[in-house]
């Protein structure tokens, strides 16, 4: 087996039970300027986001188009830098270490992006495009990269490698295509995955197959894995906890059956009302969804961020005062007031429109 290796930045904790990434207090805000010139503002894209990542722990980061999760993943990924907060990995701060630094966490870090047949150069081979990340990292032996790139293509399942490795993109089925994706993710032996919808492109007869090839290459090489989705659908089959995010800000959090059988964020019970039932019996049925659109991220509004669109709010406190982090049951957190003993009536509305 073909291995390469990689010094630490001095300073790096290799504890084994520390947490391997660690966000902290994380603000990502973009710069919003008038005329070109003066600032204007800030998008706050992710605002004050906080959580543990284990290895070998595979989280979910759900949430619709515009709640941030993709500039988070940006951020953790090293491409933008936060306006506030730290990201550590293996305890030192990603962006501590400057140029040199980044690079050898960059070199740690697995990226499967959305859209397999965007993400690959239609003038590469598949063997070109495997071999390029080892050639970066210092791989100069042709056969130890060769055998390096067979290894990996056996692992995501494009067996015999022969098959495969002079074709191009275009020559490759879409489900093919983000195989490439994955072993090119794969190829430097990262210790931290990072996965963007990586099935939303592709027919639903492959969308099962290629989250448990994800799971499989997780679990045997003890991965951590951060799995960015707006479906719920999909999370059972990869996740072991659930974030949950609303214009910028991770609302509920909890282990994955958990969160789908107990909802306790109002905006989590209108995302699992969205997902679309199989039932025949169930076609006609309007479901209830909430009203209007997500907030503007450039001008939030005070208190929750979700009370404009929430039949359950409390006025006088959901529109003014922003919620803290409640455990109504044991290691689920949400930040809604619903959970404050003073409002039990409220609570009480809410449990009864979950409809299991």
């Keep these: 087996m073909a291995t390469m ?17 660690s966000v902290r207090n994380l603000k990502v805000w973009y710069e919003l300027r008038k005329w070109g010139f003066g600032l204007a503002g800030y998008v706050k ?21 515009g709640c941030g999760k993709s500039s988070l993943m940006k951020a953790i990924l090293g491409l933008v830098r936060p306006h506030d907060g730290q990201i550590l990995f293996q305890g030192q701060d990603i962006f501590a270490g400057g140029r040199q630094g980044l690079r050898w966490y960059r070199s740690q870090v697995g990226y499967v992006q959305q859209d397999p047949f965007g993400a690959l150069p239609p003038f590469m ?7 390029e990340p080892l050639i970066l990292v210092g791989v100069k032996d042709r056969e130890e990269r060769l055998a390096r790139i067979r290894e990996v293509m056996e692992e995501v399942k494009l067996s015999p490698p022969e098959d495969f490795l002079n074709k191009f993109p275009h020559m490759l089925s879409g489900g093919q295509q983000q195989r490439v994706v994955i ?32 799971r499989q290459i997780q679990e045997e090489h003890n991965l951590a894995v951060i799995y960015i989705t707006h479906d719920l659908s999909t999370v059972r089959y ?28 109002p905006y989590t019970l209108a995302l699992l009302n969205a ?37 359950y709010a409390i006025q006088g406190e959901c529109d003014v005062n922003e ?8 290691q689920h957190f949400a930040a809604c007031w619903l959970y404050d003993e003073r409002y039990g009536q409220q609570r009480a509305a809410l449990e009864a ?3 299991w």
């Design 5 to 21: 290796t990689q010094t630490s930045p001095a300073g790096a904790s290799t504890q084994t039970d520390a947490p391997l990434l």
């Design 45 to 65: 894209a992710v605002d004050n986001v906080t959580f543990d990542l284990h290895q070998g722990e595979a989280i979910a980061i759900v949430g619709e188009s």
């Design 125 to 131: 081979s598949v063997r070109r495009i495997l071999e």
């Design 183 to 214: 072993a090119r993710a794969m190829i430097r032996n990262p210790k931290l995955m990072v996965a963007d919808e990586p099935v939303s492109m592709l027919d639903a007869s492959v969308r099962v197959e290629i989250l448990k090839l994800l």
């Design 238 to 265: 990869f996740s072991e906890r659930i974030f949950v995010m609303y214009a910028g800000k991770v609302i509920e959090k909890a282990p994955t059956d958990e969160l789908l059988w107990h909802p306790q964020h």
């Design 275 to 311: 997902i679309s039932d199989p039932d025949a019996a169930n076609a006609r049925k309007l479901r209830e969804v909430p009203p209007g659109e997500p907030p503007s991220l450039v001008t939030p509004p005070p208190g929750c961020r979700f009370h404009p669109r929430c039949k």
């Design 323 to 330: 919620p803290p982090e409640f455990e109504p049951r044991p």
């Design 353 to 355: 429109d979950k409809p």
